[in-house]
T-cell receptor
Framework: AQSVTQPDIHITVSEGASLELRCNYS??????LFWYVQSPGQGLQLLLKYFSGDTLVQGIKGFEAEFKRSQSSFNLRKPSVHWSDAAEYFCAVGARGYSTLTFGKGTMLLVSP | SQTIHQWPATLVQPVGSPLSLECTVEGTSNPNLYWYRQAAGRGLQLLFYSVGIGQISSEVPQNLSASRPQDRQFILSSKKLLLSDSGFYLC??????????????FGPGTRLTVL
C-alpha cells in the first residue's frame, strides 16, 4: 500500500522569499504523484502532477516539483511566494491500476508581510 | 468542460438526524467518483469510491453509506448522525479509463456541523 508523509504541519514564509514544501512517499513501483492546494472553505485544486519522464515538473501559479526516486521525495517549490499563496498544500500518491489516491496530512503555508 | 457540484454548501444537523449529501458531475461519462471527509488537522480521509453505477467501495467502516443511482450522481447518507460526523465533505471525480490513471477533480465541499 502507498503512504505519503508531509513532515511540516505549518510553514511560515516571508512574502517574496522562496518556498519548499516536503513530501515523501512509500510505494514499491513507479508512483503517480500530485500536489494540490486548498484555500479555506474550498475544494482542492491541482497544482501539478508527475506520471513519468522529466523529473522536474512545472505547474500552475509558478510552482514546480522535482521527483527524486532515490529519496522517495516529491518536493514542491516556488522561487518567490505571494501573499495569495497562503493555503494548505496536499501531496498525494497514486499508482497504475488503482482507482484511489493516498493523501498526506497537508502543510499549512502562512505568508508574512 | 467538466464541472462538479455539491449541495448543500453548509448544513447544521442535530445528533441522531438523517443525512443526505449530493454530488453531480457534468461534461463527462462513466467517471470514477469519490467521497472524502476532512476533519481539523487530519487531512483527507477517503470514505467511499465508485467506478460505476451501483458499484460502491467502502474504505472506512462507520455509520455512513454511499449510493450511485445514476452515472454522474453520487450520494452520501446516514440514518443517524453522530457528533464525530462533523467535518468538511468533499466529492471528487476522475476519468474512469481502464488501465490508466489521471488526477482527481474536487467539488467545492459541504461543511457539516452536528450539534
Amino acid at each position: 500500500a502507498q503512504s505519503v508523509t508531509q513532515p511540516d504541519i505549518h510553514i511560515t514564509v516571508s512574502e517574496g522569499a522562496s518556498l519548499e514544501l516536503r513530501c515523501n512517499y512509500s510505494y514499491g513501483a513507479t508512483p503517480y504523484l500530485f500536489w494540490y492546494v486548498q484555500s479555506p472553505g474550498q475544494g482542492l485544486q491541482l497544482l501539478l502532477k508527475y506520471f513519468s519522464g522529466d523529473t522536474l515538473v512545472q505547474g500552475i501559479k509558478g510552482f514546480e516539483a522535482e521527483f527524486k526516486r532515490s529519496q522517495s521525495s516529491f518536493n514542491l517549490r516556488k522561487p518567490s511566494v505571494h501573499w495569495s499563496d497562503a493555503a494548505e498544500y496536499f501531496c498525494a500518491v497514486g499508482a497504475r491500476g488503482y482507482s484511489t489516491l493516498t493523501f498526506g496530512k497537508g502543510t499549512m503555508l502562512l505568508v508574512s508581510p | 468542460s467538466q464541472t462538479i457540484h455539491q449541495w448543500p454548501a453548509t448544513l447544521v444537523q442535530p445528533v441522531g438526524s438523517p443525512l443526505s449529501l449530493e454530488c453531480t458531475v457534468e461534461g463527462t461519462s462513466n467517471p470514477n467518483l469519490y467521497w472524502y471527509r476532512q476533519a481539523a488537522g487530519r487531512g483527507l480521509q477517503l470514505l467511499f469510491y465508485s467506478v460505476g453505477i451501483g458499484q460502491i467501495s467502502s474504505e472506512v467502516p462507520q455509520n455512513l453509506s454511499a449510493s450511485r443511482p445514476q452515472d454522474r450522481q453520487f450520494i452520501l447518507s446516514s440514518k443517524k448522525l453522530l457528533l464525530s460526523d462533523s467535518g468538511f465533505y468533499l466529492c471528487a471525480w476522475s476519468v474512469g479509463t481502464s488501465g490508466s490513471y489521471d488526477e482527481q477533480f474536487f467539488g467545492p465541499g459541504t461543511r457539516l456541523t452536528v450539534l
